[in-house]
Structures are given as structure tokens and as C-alpha cells.
């Protein structure tokens, strides 16, 4: 049992129960499998996989670049592919204990915590992850202390934007969080002053002329207002935050499709 500094990463599918419920369980794990595959492939020396849980996996790299540079990997891959859900995750740097192979400590904790708060396509972190999101080049805003479950008093939280290429036009199915190409026959319903796009799965009753007089099969996950940018008060030297900031996951136009640049 040895203790050391580590950068921990928690990575999610977004919104995998809906996913299953929606699409079936073979559907389910196959997207899981490929999520695996891709971790795998994005690990690249730079990190480790801990171990698999559910639907996640923890990962745990030794400087925060590394961790951010993985994890955006991951985040981008799955974020350029029609027909997959969208992935989120937390990262802390920190004390942890290594024991048998595997990650223990408050350190792992928190990166939890900030992997089950972050919307899909976007990383929360801290401070030392946030310094490296931002030296990659990556969109980061500061959201201010922030309260998680678990975890005792605020926490300063950045979100990370991994996303920030313009290549093509896709949408997220606002039900199950399928990542979709629109076209002319793609079912969709205007709900909230805004267009939603669905999958053939999801289609049904939430794509009809008058959805508010029929009920959806599922509920339309609308996602929280997204709290406006604050000027970064930090003393010459600090990170300075890239805008416009990142406000997924929203059911419209997100173009997206060239990785970021691995630092």
C-alpha cells in the first residue's frame, strides 16, 4: 500500500439507462464495448485503466495533462460519432492510495462526484486539471464554488470544453442521447421554442405535429440553464478562460468533428 499524487479521471456514458431502455440491452452493451475500445486506444501511455464500473471506468494518470489529454480523447471520440451516446467525466488531482492494483482515497471521491454532476460532452475538474485543459487549449469556464454530494463544502469546478472544432452538423437525441445527422426525414418536434431531433427508436409519439396533446413515450430531458460567464478575477499568470464557453448537452446544431490536438 503506497501513497502518491495522482490526476484521477471518472468517464460515463451519458444517459446509458435511458439508452438501454430505449434501445434494448444488446444495444447497450455494444455501445459499452466501444466505449471500452476507445478508452483503451486512448490511454496511449499516458494513463492507466483502473477498473471498468458499469457503464465507467477510473482512470489515473500522473500529471494532470496527461489525464486531460485522455480523457478529452475519449470525450471527442465518442462526441464525432453518429449513433453513440455522449460521454462526461471528472477529473481531481490529488493524494490517493494505491492498494492491490487498485485507487483509493477522498481524491477518487471527488473526481466521482464531479463525473456525476458534469453534462454530457464536458468535463468537470479542478483547479490543476483545469490549468492543463486550459494550457491544451481546450474551452474552460470557471463555474464557481459548487456543491456535490458527498463532499464536505464547496468546490471551485471548471468545465471543460473538449469539443470546440467546426466540421459538420449533428444533434443529440434529447431522449435517449443518441448523436444523430439530421436530414429531411429525420423525426424532430418543436417543444420549448426549440427544435428536437430524434432517433427512429425514439421517434414515436415526440415527434408528432402536436406533441404537447400527446404525450412522449419518454420524458424530454431538458438540461439545466447554463450559468452565464464570469470574468476571471486571477491575478496576472492565472488561466485564462477561452470563450464561448460550452453548453451541452442542448438538442440543437452542435458542429463538431476534427479531435482536439494532443499537447
Known sequence: MTE?????AFLDLARSTTYAEVHGDAAAVAVLEVFLDVVTDALDGQARLVKTLGDGVLLAAS???DGIAVAARVVTA???QDGLPEVAGGLHH???IERDGDT?????NLASRLSDAAPAATLWVTDLPARAAADAGHGVEPLGPTTLPGVPGPVEVYAVAPCDHDQH???TDPVCGMRITPGPTTPHADLD???HWFCASTAGPCSSPTPADTPPSYDIWRPPRHRP???????EGAIRWRQPVHQRPRAIACECSSPPPRP
Open 94 to 96: 490529488g493524494s490517493v
Open 229 to 235: 460567464a464570469r470574468s476571471d478575477p486571477r491575478p
Open 169 to 171: 452538423r449533428t444533434v
Open 193 to 195: 421554442d426549440r427544435r
Open 63 to 65: 500529471t494532470p495533462g
Open 78 to 80: 465518442f462526441h464525432d
Open 4 to 8: 502518491t499524487s495522482t490526476t484521477v
Open 104 to 108: 483509493l482515497g477522498r481524491t477518487v
